[in-house]
Nanobody, 127 residues
Framework: QVQLVESGGGLVQAGGSLRLSCAAS????????MGWFRQSQGKERDLVAT????????LYADSVKGRFTISRDNAKNTVYLQMNSLKFEDTAAYYC????????????????????WGQGTQVTVSS
């Protein structure tokens, strides 16, 4: 079992920045990748960014490339999402997820491959 706890959400003006954190506990040695997904009202939960735990390889949604950066601190079992130049359309609940079964890297875009999820943290961007 892996437990995930997100923090760092809040209200920010358009153009501002936030950093989300996700702390993992439990069987963290089994983690292959950790990702951030987001879900706004009435929409699907979609990938924002993901990172492999060992190699640090990353994938981003096109909508956040150049604005968001995912990183991890293996010693702290924590993954971060630095969000800059925030837009109104970034408003959503952000969820951290962990994949403990190594799979094809491209499959990390799919929420179905993730085994554990956090409770989510709300990010609201005012226009």
């Amino acid at each position: 079992q892996v437990q995930l706890v997100e923090s760092g959400g809040g209200l920010v003006q358009a153009g501002g920045s936030l950093r989300l954190s996700c702390a993992a506990s439990g069987r963290t040695s089994s983690i292959y990748a950790m990702g951030w997904f987001r879900q706004s009202q009435g929409k699907e939960r979609d990938l924002v960014a993901t990172i492999t735990w060992t190699g640090g390889n990353t994938l981003y949604a096109d909508s956040v490339k150049g604005r968001f950066t995912i990183s991890r601190d293996n010693a702290k079992n924590t993954v971060y999402l630095q969000m800059n130049s925030l837009k109104f359309e970034d408003t959503a609940a952000y969820y951290c997820a962990a994949d403990v079964n190594p799979s094809r890297f491209v499959n990390l875009r799919l929420k179905a491959v993730y085994d554990y999820w956090g409770q989510g943290t709300q990010v609201t961007v005012s226009s």
